[in-house]
């Protein structure tokens, strides 16, 4: 046991130089994202107001199977990366599992998750075209501070909407953007049709995330040379974010493993997407049979409890519509909910992935989730995010089933970053003022009743 | 140049197994603590009620050179270390500098600095005598954290004394502290006659450190099993810090550099002690002369412009005397500055060091930190703690000297946290609200006139 270190970290020329396309490898590709004006497969060339040419290139590429990456782009991952791939010794045996577990640690950084992968990639893309400037929303602030790291560095400008009761909440993260040069508007705002329409209506709202996506998309689309970008859900995002599976993948046949089992937390999917890629392909080519398997929470599952149907991205209904795993675009989980995974819809190659069945999903209640990453802290010395957390929880799950069984398994998880900044909601669970809350089924068709109908294809 | 890679990590066989004792190579040992009631240099056992045993040998222990890091330890380090030495190459080509500068980064870890290497060999040898609980005090957070993950870890009890002012203000960081299972205290309190006294005195006072190291020294020594716990200016503390200087000097070994420079913040002394520890061995040893350069804040300035003299390691004046640099006991920074390195006095090995001239020191103004700050984030994407960025200063404005000379030296500096907790400063930086404090002559010799008078020794 002792012959496998704690840490695995790939030197640079270990690396990955090039990302992983997922779809490639798929016999069912999703269904196509439809132009919500034509309700006819959006083109390249629908996407360009939006996103620059290479990203609305990759957003729509089914074919391309390995993706150079840029070596700029290397070069900014090598500051920050690679991030090393932990074998959780102590958490093993405190709970005296005979499995073996493995995570990929992307807290490492200032951005404090994942969200910095594909950051640096959409701000070096819209750099390269000869645009100046960006726009994006953020809510718990992750990708905010990500994106305004890469924009520093590119010498980009940058406009965050950030959802109004985040900005007031959390003024640590709006600091640290600011930190990195980045303009900070809290949503709703006054300057954006979007904006002082809804401020008009309800002047004393505190903000959504579909709000800020509505305006950072109308601040883009009307400024010269800008370009809006997001986060997650998005084939481009998945695509980056594979770098956190590629270096797993190298990182375990170094040590001569393979996971049994493959464990990610779901929101958009940005993250779940990123890890699970060369074992999903193994999986996809028969080549190896990993149970994979996406941890989302019980106040909002998309997968578990959601449908499979076209919907729109946003609250605001103006981006195209995506087959997606969702529980309706103005689905809001409960205010009790804590954290992100907040989204209404999943990745639609992970949608599609689920569907055709090489995928499970579990949902786990909150405090359930907490309990895992107080757990965890006081074992590996690292406080998780809430995010993070749900695939602790569904990993300490399965090492607790080996026990019983008396397999010794091999369980990878995704752990994505850090709590500092969720502290709010780690106290309320200290004090036992954390509830679970669980949408009634009459809660779900609320949200269903707003699918898109489109004619031939949705009805 | 791109032979080196960006960062360097040892593998577990790379590192160090021992740390390294200053004084053993030191010709001219530091004066001895003096016992405060006998006025005689302290023996472990004087030490007794308040150190457990083998940390009260290791701070009078002048003549052991390696001391065996215990399994234990080493196995908590493989948690979280080795610490990468980070090659800055963006901030290198952001100054334009022939320089090559290395950072020795501490803060990817869940405390956030260097702390933590103290904390887990206090916590270990006081569980191996069989006590069952330790008490500390805890200003900024970052000790108190520290503590609190390594007590979770051997199930110890740990009561922090936090200051109060810092309790209403950084309750993130007292969550974090309860997150890990310590219990929190805000000082002064009601749980121990210091505090019983301060608050009858003066009932809305926000409290101070030295008033939390009074209730944290009563409270385990009142205690059964019970010990207390210092995070900086302490012998056995720059002992454990030498982890730091040791994994450096390997990485640097292997890729066959030598710094020319070594640069480290100073407050206590704790991160700049372990930092420097190899290289001024090689010093003391006439092996290799380069320069090793403490920063300071201009605010409180101990080494720049304190005194050598005895003087007491509290404001409580309880603890033994220490010969050391120190502006006084009562010194306190005004209150503009922002973040650590506010301790009065100087670890005593530093400061013997100094006074011989094996190291120099500069102070620094803290707008002009906090502008090195943001630079350095910008460009290497962490955002680092104010205490950390005074070294950032100094090793960009020697890079700077570089470029004006063409020399290409080697600089190595010691990044030792991140500033997350720290975004109330860097607000008042952003919005220019900040301003730069230096103590007046008249002010210093205000904390001068109350140093100890000892018969015979300092009159």
Redesign the interface.
Same mark, same amino acid.
């Given at each position: 046991m002792k012959n496998i /270190?704690? @840490?695995i #970290?790939l030197?640079?020329e270990q690396m990955p130089k090039q990302w992983y396309n997922l779809r490639a490898d798929m016999k069912n590709l999703p269904d196509p994202m439809l132009n919500p004006q034509t309700l006819k497969p959006v083109t390249e060339e629908d996407l360009y107001p939006v996103f620059c040419k290479e990203l609305a290139h990759q957003e729509l590429d089914n074919i391309t199977r390995f993706v150079d990456i840029p070596e700029e782009i290397q070069?900014?991952y @090598?500051? #920050?990366r690679p991030s090393p791939l =932990?074998r959780a #010794? $102590?958490l093993e045996k405190a709970l005296d599992t005979p499995a073996k577990i493995y995570y990929k640690f992307e807290g %490492? %950084?200032?951005s404090?998750s994942h969200k *910095?992968n594909s950051a640096v990639a959409q701000v070096y893309y819209a750099k390269k075209q000869g645009l100046t400037s960006l726009t994006t929303e953020t809510g718990a602030g992750q990708w905010g501070t990500a994106l305004a790291?890469a924009c &520093? !560095?590119f010498g980009m400008d940058l406009t965050v909407y950030m959802v109004k009761g985040s900005y007031e909440q959390k /003024?640590?993260r709006k600091? =640290?953007i $600011?930190? !990195?040069?980045a303009n900070v508007i809290p949503s709703p705002s006054n300057t954006t049709k979007a904006g002082r329409k809804i401020l008009a209506e309800n002047p004393g709202t505190s903000g959504s995330l579909g709000c800020a996506i509505s305006e950072a998309v109308e601040k883009a689309v009307t400024t010269p040379d800008c370009r809006y970008v997001l986060g997650s859900v998005l084939n481009q995002v998945l695509l980056h974010q594979s770098i956190i599976g590629e270096e797993s993948a190298i990182a375990m046949q170094l040590i001569d493993e393979y996971p049994d089992i493959v464990i990610g937390c779901a929101g958009g999917g940005s993250n779940l997407g990123g890890l699970i890629g060369p074992f999903m392909r193994d999986k996809l080519n028969g080549k190896a049979n990993p149970r994979i398997i996406a941890v989302e929470p019980a106040s909002c599952p998309s997968l578990t409890r959601g449908r499979y149907a076209y919907d729109y991205c946003d609250t605001g209904k103006i981006t195209p519509m995506a087959k997606m795993y969702t529980l309706g675009c103005g689905f809001m989980p409960s205010p009790n909910h804590a954290g992100g995974l907040r989204y209404h819809g999943m990745s639609p190659i992970l949608s599609k992935l689920y569907h055709d069945g090489y995928m499970e999903a579990v949902s786990v209640e909150q405090t359930k989730v907490f309990e895992a990453a107080?757990f965890f &802290? @006081? @074992?590996?010395? =690292? *406080?998780p995010a809430p995010e993070s957390s749900h695939a602790i929880r569904a990993a300490i799950d399965e090492a607790i089933k080996c026990r019983e069984t008396g397999e010794a398994k091999t369980i990878l998880f995704g752990l994505t970053g850090?709590g500092? !900044?969720d502290?709010?909601a #780690? %106290?309320s669970y *200290?004090e036992k003022t954390m509830s679970d809350y669980i949408p009634t089924d009459a809660d779900l068709e609320k949200g269903f009743a707003g699918l898109p109908h489109i004619p031939g294809i949705q009805e």
């Open positions: /270190p704690h @840490k #970290y030197t640079e070069d900014f @090598k500051m #920050y =932990i #010794y $102590q %490492n %950084n200032t404090g *910095l790291e &520093a !560095f /003024p640590f600091s =640290i $600011q930190t !990195f040069g107080t &802290a @006081k @074992k590996e010395t =690292i *406080l850090t500092y !900044f502290m709010t #780690y %106290n *200290l």
